[in-house]
């Protein structure tokens, strides 16, 4: 399916490009997108790739990992059924939603992308996609997301009195599409159609020999489980978590007290004057967003407080704790940062190929043109046809979506209806055809079976729940 999308929004932008005289657009946009994908994402994502992939190694040989996998394994079960008891990719896909969830995409990335290295060694069949490769796909291009920091600083920088007011409407949106999209994934993967095909005599003798001897699997999927510690040891993690916690509350201090004051605020007091009159509109509607919002406020400020925190407790915390098992930590490390910089060079096909196609469609005019076309038929279906360039470009780009998302948020003004169930819409998916490219680029798959169709079915299900809960909440 991929390639006739692929081929389709090539062909696309050359025929709309030449009607509309904006061919030197389309070439600049091929050219552009090509120099971008290498020198904006793939190298700056090299040293990302290397962070974390080195904590990631540190983590299997201290045994988070198995701790991480043997709590989650119970709930992942049924949506990875291939995967063995214990293996070292559930522990990574958890580390991967767990990353995204918090709006760390530098970290969720590299962890999706070990779990998908992870997913390839337990394939016979190079080049095409698992049913667990499908799944995690549809998980992370459905965007389950808490919090997205970046949209709240658009709506910050734009003097919103309310800039987190779409996080409570952008959270079920995102549940609603993550919900689709594994629906869609596990009902797509018993289609004939996508059904997964039989490795051939060949392939299957590769994998065996790669494998190793059978009687030895089950050593070879068990990861390492952490040792006994002293007391001495255990106290020291003590006084980590201990120190985190601190930090923690310390960024609370405001909410808190702020929560408190809002909640005395808008209790009845006995004293009140019964006869005070409250028909004044206009004070009624500059109080309204405290009223409604107070636990918003503080749970926003819990999930920036997480976000801020979450990056300097895992590098800090997972060395520490190999450290305590006995592992060497810097070599370990070193280890595994070797695989950033080659991951980061082999998606860069990938990468380059989606990026061309969608660069040279959106300088042709091709989001504009889809506007065009759909806007009276959104007209009769209630759906508000200044969000549409938003709802197309979406599973296209993510830095695209955020320039229209700013441009929304200025013409209609930061806490208008528009601007907030944009807001939504933009914090209920993720770059679709994006995750795909480094996800699969990463492991040489160039058959992607029904990952493409879960991942824009669930894009549709959190456009359409955007809108919906937006209009119930803010309209």
């Known amino acids: 399916m991929l390639n006739y999308i692929w081929l389709g929004l090539i062909l696309a932008a050359v025929v709309i490009g030449g009607a509309t005289g904006r061919m030197e657009e389309v070439t600049g946009g091929a050219l552009d997108s090509a120099r971008m994908a290498v020198m904006n994402i793939a190298l700056p994502l090299a040293g990302v790739m290397a962070l974390w ?13 198995y701790l991480i996998a043997a709590a989650i394994r119970p709930a992942l079960g049924k949506l990875f059924p291939d995967i ?23 970290a969720a990335t590299p962890f999706g992308i070990k779990a998908m290295r992870y997913l390839d060694q337990l394939s016979p069949t190079p080049g095409v996609a698992t049913n667990a490769m499908c799944t995690l796909l549809a998980i992370n291009t459905s965007s389950v997301q808490l919090v997205s920091l970046t949209t709240v600083g658009i709506f910050v920088a734009a003097g919103s009195a309310m800039p987190t007011a779409f996080i409570g409407t952008a959270l079920v949106a995102t549940i609603c599409s993550t919900t ?3 629906i869609a994934v596990k009902t797509l993967e018993k289609l004939p159609v996508f059904r997964m095909p039989a490795p051939t005599e060949a392939e299957m003798e590769k994998f065996r020999a790669e494998a190793g001897d059978p009687a030895d699997d ?10 006994p510690m002293a007391w001495w040891k255990k106290g020291v993690l003590i006084l980590f978590f201990a120190g985190f916690g601190f930090l923690f509350a310390s960024e609370l201090h405001f909410p808190l007290q702020f929560w408190s004051e809002t909640v005395e605020n808008i209790m ?5 004057d019964d006869d005070v009159d409250n028909t004044n509109e206009a004070a009624e509607a500059a109080h309204s967003e405290e009223r409604r919002n107070p636990a918003l406020q503080v749970f926003s400020t819990v999930m920036e407080a997480m976000a801020l925190l979450a990056i300097p407790f895992l590098v800090g915390f997972f060395p520490l704790f ?3 098992q006995g592992v060497k930590v810097y070599e370990e490390f070193v280890e595994g940062a070797k695989e950033g910089f080659q991951v980061a060079v082999r998606i860069i096909p990938y990468l380059v190929a989606i990026l061309i196609a969608i660069g040279m469609f959106r300088e042709a005019g091709g989001i504009e043109l889809l506007g065009v076309i759909l806007g009276p038929f959104l007209l009769m279906v209630g759906f508000p046809v200044d969000l549409l360039p938003i709802a197309i470009m979406r599973p296209l780009s993510g830095s695209g979506t955020l320039g229209l998302l ?13 601007a907030r169930a944009a807001g939504t819409m933009a914090g209920s998916t993720e770059t679709t055809f994006y995750v795909l490219a480094v996800y699969f680029g990463a492991v040489g798959v160039h058959r992607t079976r029904h990952a493409v169709p879960a991942g824009l079915l669930a894009d549709l299900a959190g456009v359409i729940a955007a809108v919906t809960v937006a209009t119930i909440v803010f309209a």
């Open 218 to 227: 089950e050593a070879a999927l068990t990861m390492a489980r952490p040792g």
């Open 322 to 324: 190999a450290s305590l």
């Open 180 to 182: 689709v999209g594994i």
């Open 406 to 418: 700013g441009d929304v948020v200025a013409t209609h003004g930061p806490d208008s209806f528009t």
């Open 84 to 106: 063995p008891r214990e293996h070292p990719a559930l522990g990574a896909i958890v580390m991967n939603i767990a990353a995204n969830m918090l709006g760390l995409g530098n």
């Open 268 to 272: 009845p007091h006995e004293n009140r």
């Open 53 to 65: 992939l080195g904590i990631m190694k540190l983590a299997e040989k201290s045994g988070i990992i």
